[in-house]
């Protein structure tokens, strides 16, 4: 039984009807231990192409495979019951048509199983959305700081202030009517983020885009202290397990060069196996 109160997987239109309602619950995820840990308690399970940066010490997402989202993609499946998974489709493999869109994205849903694929892009990419959508895939999209675009904005700035909040507006309000069932506000002013809240229909999910949003996603990495490489001012630390696996990995190095470890509880000795098949002592 999860924590939230419900046993069976939720469906894209079950995160669009949740519209103005209580606050979607979204989480990144790479593995199948981590799927597991997060599915009694999120909403929509993510798996962002962060991985690239968060798992593979890549600088940016643009080396990201379709491969590589399948194969976490895959990971992920096995680790999920209830939540909600979500594959973002990488770099150079949704942009240079709806007819390519659409092959990699019936590709990452048929081999991972996931029920929903993550595009970045607004106006520009509405049409894709359209043609997704009207084809079984359901789309979330993805407006504001989109990372797969840090080339063209010169790093990871801030989106949505001034005269550019008219752009990105109608960035969401596009991907909303081109049938999108969710959309990634990232890194936008937390009154921006309140007024596109009002005017989109579906839920919008806030990444350093303030608690006026209909949902919120987090990189898991970040939020548990695993991953230090960048420290966004939107990412709160609700652990530190980075800290707790160095200190564990320093005690481990310093029992094995003073033979602390292993110890007699670790050693097997010459008595035959049990006849129960455990481990003999
Ligand atoms: O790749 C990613 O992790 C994302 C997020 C919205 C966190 O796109």
Known sequence: MSATGGNTALTPPDIAARKGLQ?????TAYTTPIAELIDDHCDVALVGDSVGMVLHGLPS?????????ILHGKAVRRGLERALMVVDMPFGSYEESPEQAFRNAARVMTETGCAAVKLEGGES???????LTARGVPVMGHVGLTPQAVNAFGGYPVQGRGEDAERILRDAVSVAEAGAFAVVLE???EAFARRTTKEVSIPTIGIGASAAC???????DDMLGLFGTFRPKFVKRYAELGKAAEAAIATFANEV??????????VFGDEPRNVSGGEAA
Do not use: N, W, Y
């Open 23 to 27: 606050p979607l619950v979204c989480l």
């Open 125 to 131: 990419i509405a049409q894709t959305i359209q043609f």
């Open 214 to 220: 209909d949902g919120q996603i987090l990189v898991v």
């Open 61 to 69: 997402t643009l080396g990201v495979t379709l491969e590589m989202m």
């Open 257 to 266: 060069r003073e033979r602390r470890f292993p110890a007699s509880e670790h």
């Open 187 to 189: 890194k936008i002013p």
